[in-house]
């Protein structure tokens, strides 16, 4: 054991990108989850990247249905899944295609060599290969590559289960999963966990899975001897102390909203349509109904929300989740809530559009929709999580506004965050998050109007349908003022329009100030939102690393802004705002504010890589100089590298 202790210290890194790709139909994110659940409970930090075909189900072998799981782990604060892989794990040549012009010298590639034949290298569409014109080996010759016999192996290691051979070579999966456990050092204990549990109606596969596991496992210890291919020792993350689970943005609502049942004395009711990426909010609270939550999977996106708007009228908290598209469809009914001054959450988790899109991919192009896509002056409160465990918090932040100030809030999450997962300290639900106290009208029904208005928030009274005295009108018609009736005068709707604007704007007072990160004298501010915080962090960090005069801030509320956002930008000599869109932050932050801001955008479907973001730093720090608008002098480095000495 100490022999092998010290072969690992000799292969260690702080941090490695692991990746596994192969068809939809491999168990790519299965066998992805079990090596992060192992990552976890190793006690590494890590952040993830699931990525799915567009398509239901993509033709098998081609490079439009593969399936992928990249993670990255390590002993320090990881804050993105990694830009490009250490190692690599291609299940067919269609996994190995799509992600050569991503690879580095030297990284590992793990391939399942029964695949990689004539027919699969055609559905691949690798003519190359076909022809003649290349060799795989040549292809490979610069990578560190492990071919292995994964269909033989496991149906050799399964000659005494009862299965079909079909079956057995499905296992394969679990062979891949096995072959990186040993790579990395990680447990085996919790993936046979879940497999005995997935497995336990079914016997014979869940000894396959078993004897797969630990067959990939074992080749490792014999490719070790064969090829002196020894372990790779990842260091431990020091964690803060207290109770981790590793979380995914769409779990974290459901969890935040069954905290919600618990911290409110009112129903919760979630009414939802499946829509990809949101879909498994639903699943989540619908297996949690135990805990008193109202689940409704309703028959359209029009329904969801006239649902919720229903529950909250009744006295109950109604929430919605949904993407792009179903927001669309949902625009009339927030414009119902906001004109009868309901408390409606709207979760929406941004995916490619327009129209359906790329359902499976990620971007932060609804910010404007969400800000003005209704028509009317139709205002609302706008949040956007940073992180996958921030969508706890987040969807806990927004029922306390939409109660206070009788609104809806709209929640920017995407398909990254959604899909994604993260470590996730446990919170004492007791004592670090407090009661949301509901307050209906109780006082005397001989006083009582529906529009009068809190003199601090302005919010209107909410008042249970069915209480004697407290009858009023509801509906999508314009009320006058303080007593509700239905209205047509001009001046009447003018100050309704203005007390429904202040009320959002009011709201700034409930938000905390924008905190800046990095040197106080920094002169150039990278301003990001929502789910770009890991990246742009990242980036950042290595710029402090290296002297450079770069500070970040992440908003989490975008409408109303914090209210110190002005005084914020005002301290640098330019604001670089990256963006999963075209530049729709940056066109807010222009307009109110007037700064010098410029965009960085892309709408890949990807999230941003740490070093496109570092590079997009440099070139305004050169831009600035170039400029002389920067203190600092912003020296290039000999041979024209894109890096910077500051002096």
Not at 202 to 223: D, F, S
Not at 400 to 408: F, Q, S
Not at 492 to 497: E, G, I, K, P, R
Not at 536 to 557: C, D, F, M, N, T
Request: proline content about 6%; hydrophobic content about 40%; aromatic content about 8%.
């Amino acid at each position: 054991m100490e022999e092998l202790i010290e072969e690992h210290r000799r292969s260690e890194k702080r941090r490695v990108v692991a990746k596994f790709a192969g068809d939809s139909g491999d168990g790519i994110q299965l066998i992805g989850s079990q090596f992060t659940l192992a990552t976890a409970i190793y006690g590494n930090d890590f952040a993830v990247l699931p990525e799915f075909p567009a398509e239901i189900r993509a033709p098998a072998g081609t490079t439009y249905g593969v399936s992928s799981f990249q993670i990255q782990f390590g002993g320090l604060d990881i804050l993105t899944p990694g830009d490009v892989p250490d190692i690599l794990v291609a299940m067919n040549p269609a996994a190995l295609k799509i992600n050569l012009s991503n690879l580095k010298p030297d990284t590992i590639i793990v391939i399942n060599e029964d695949e990689f034949d004539e027919i699969n290298f055609k559905k691949a569409g690798w003519t190359s290969i076909i022809s003649g014109e290349e060799k795989l080996d040549d292809i490979l010759s610069k990578y560190s590559v492990i071919k292995v016999k994964m269909n033989q192996l496991v149906v050799e290691a399964l000659k005494d289960v009862n299965i079909a051979h079909k079956e057995k070579v499905r296992t394969r999966n679990f062979f891949a999963l096995g072959l990186v456990c040993w790579i990395f050092g990680r447990p085996l204990e919790p993936i046979l966990d879940f497999v005995k549990e997935k497995f336990s109606k079914n016997p014979e596969v869940k000894k396959a899975n078993e004897l797969a596991l630990k067959a990939g496992y074992n080749y490792g210890e014999t490719l070790e001897i064969q090829h002196k291919f020894t372990p790779i020792y990842i260091p431990r993350y020091q964690f803060e102390p207290g109770k981790y689970r590793y979380i995914s943005g769409n779990e974290a609502f459901a969890l935040g909203i069954v905290t919600l049942k618990e911290k409110l004395n009112i129903p919760v009711v979630f009414a939802s349509y499946p829509i990809t990426p949101a879909s498994d909010i639903l699943h989540y609270l619908s297996a949690w109904r135990n805990f008193g939550i109202i689940a409704l999977q309703m028959e359209d996106e029009i329904a969801a929300v006239n649902t919720a708007i229903g529950a909250s009228f009744a006295g109950a908290l109604g929430i919605t989740a949904t993407s792009g598209p179903g927001l669309s469809l949902k625009s009339e009914g927030t414009n119902l809530a906001v004109m009868t001054e309901l408390p409606l959450i709207i979760i929406d988790n941004q995916r490619s559009g327009p129209s359906t899109g790329m359902p499976t991919k990620t971007e932060q192009t609804d910010l404007l929709f969400a800000m003005y896509g209704r028509h009317g002056e139709s205002p609302l409160i706008v949040l956007a999580p940073t992180s996958p465990g921030d969508c706890f918090n987040t969807i806990i932040e927004a029922a306390r506004l939409a109660i206070k100030y009788m609104t809806p809030v709209i929640i920017l999450s995407d398909g990254y965050l959604a899909m994604g997962s993260e470590p996730w300290k446990i919170p004492d639900i007791e004592k670090s998050i407090s009661k949301i106290q509901v307050e209906f009208y109780k006082g005397d029904p001989k006083n009582f109007t529906p529009y009068s208005r809190d003199d601090e928030t302005l919010a209107r009274p909410w008042a249970k349908p069915g209480t004697k005295g407290l009858e009023h009108r509801i509906g999508g018609l314009e009320k006058s003022n303080v007593y509700g009736k239905v209205s047509y005068d001009p001046q009447n709707h003018d100050l309704m329009v203005k007390m429904r604007s202040e009320k959002i704007r009011r709201a700034q007072r409930d938000i905390e100030e924008l905190q800046v990160y990095g040197p106080a004298d920094a002169e150039l501010l990278v301003l990001g939102w929502g789910s770009t915080f890991g990246s742009i962090r990242a980036a950042v960090e290595y710029a402090i690393s290296k002297g450079w005069p770069v500070a970040h801030a992440q908003l989490r509320h975008i409408n109303p802004f914090p209210k110190n956002l002005g005084d914020v930008l005002a301290r640098y000599k330019r604001v670089l705002i990256p963006e999963l869109n075209l530049g729709q932050l940056l066109l807010l932050i222009r307009g109110k504010f007037a700064v010098d801001a410029v965009g960085f955008n892309k709408v890949t479907g990807t999230p941003f890589k740490e070093s496109d973001l570092r590079q997009a730093i440099e070139k305004e720090l050169i831009n600035l100089e170039k400029e002389g608008k920067i203190s600092k002098h912003i020296k290039i480095e000999e041979g024209g590298a894109k890096t910077y000495a500051v002096s």
